[in-house]
């Protein structure tokens, strides 16, 4: 598979922090809207890089997550460097107390 550099630089970020909200991945892709974000994260996701969830916030409506695959993790890292061993997303691990005390952070 040919990753895309906007594949790559989401794989990057997401290799560090696992998961993310969609907001926080438009920031760090330098997407011009959250839209394009959206449609990005679709065609990742149907590549396999990438998983989405939803996690009910403790206020408002409910936030999209997107975290990373171990197809997504294989990719994630050049030749030449050393994969470190991380966890990949599991929806299911993610509490709404976490997700907003991530989110605060």
């Known amino acids: ?9 989401l794989l990057m970020f997401l290799r560090e922090d696992t998961w993310a909200p969609v907001v926080n991945v438009q920031l760090a892709l330098k997407q011009k809207s959250i839209q394009a974000t959206h449609q990005y994260l679709k ?12 996690i009910a916030a403790s ?21 030449d460097e050393c994969p470190t061993n991380r966890r990949v997303f599991n929806s299911s691990k993610i509490s709404p107390a976490m997700f907003a005390h991530e989110n605060d952070l």
Do not use: C
């Open 1 to 9: 598979m040919t990753l895309s550099p906007l594949d790559k630089a």
């Open 43 to 54: 065609r990742a996701e149907a590549k396999g890089l990438i998983a989405s969830s939803n």
């Open 59 to 79: 206020f408002g409506r409910p936030q999209k997550l997107v975290g990373i695959t171990e197809l997504g993790h294989a990719y994630a890292w050049e030749l």
